[in-house]
Every structure is written in C-alpha cells, then in structure tokens.
C-alpha cells in the first residue's frame, strides 16, 4: 500500500468532475452570450438617441421611430418596440424606458429568462 506522501495528482474521477463542470458553464456561456451582446446594442441605441439634442421636443412617435431605425441598423432582435416602450412626461424632462424579456431555450424543458430594463432621462436645452 503507497503512504500518501507518495499519492499526487486527481483521480479520473476528480478529473470527469472538473470537466463537467467546465462544459456546464461553457454552455451556459455561449447560450446566453448572444442576448447579452444584443442587450448593448439595443443600450448604445438609447444612449445615442438620448443624446440627441432635440430628444426632448419630439413627441413618443418620434423618438421611437429614430430608436426603430437605429435598432434596424444594428439587427437587434428580441425587442418589439410597440410593446416595450414608454415614454413618461416629468415636467421639463422626460424618461426613455425599453423594458422586455428574453426567453432562451437551454436544454429540452428547461429555459432562461432574462429581463432588461434600460431608462434615460433627457431634458429640454434651454
């Protein structure tokens, strides 16, 4: 019988579960990565329509048809902006608000649901 001293290294068994392990989180990394990448397009498009500087004479029609082009521009999926976005009037200034959900498959029944809320506040340039 060897002292254990002698013993080094992981058993093939140790080796299976760090493998495992690592396979899992790769997974999951690549499944949720094109959301997450799609997410900072859809940021970006609202910091740079916020960023416009007659943003906050223009009516809710308006600012989501420069956010509809913008979004066309860079393909971004998974936002319906009929739906996920408002528009609230807070005296001289207004918040742009895209909030929507993202459902991704993972592995037969099994989903990840993620949620984003993005808001900017603009006012008037006086």
Not at 26 to 46: G, I, R
Request: one cysteine or more; proline letters at 2%.
């Amino acid at each position: 019988m060897r002292c254990i001293n002698q013993q080094r290294g992981m058993t093939i068994w140790g080796l299976m579960f760090v493998l495992a392990v690592l396979a899992f989180v790769l997974f999951l990394f690549f499944k949720l990565l094109p959301p997450y990448m799609n997410d900072l397009k859809v940021k970006s498009a609202l910091e740079s329509t916020a960023r416009d500087q007659n943003i906050a004479s223009m009516a809710k029609a308006e600012i989501r048809e420069a956010l509809y082009k913008r979004f066309d521009i860079d393909m971004v999926d998974h936002v319906n902006l009929s739906q996920d976005f408002s528009v609230e009037s807070r005296g001289r200034t207004k918040v742009i608000r895209i909030t929507y959900e993202v459902i991704v498959p993972m592995a037969f029944n099994i989903s990840a649901l993620l949620e984003f809320d993005h808001a900017r506040e603009v006012s008037a340039i006086e």
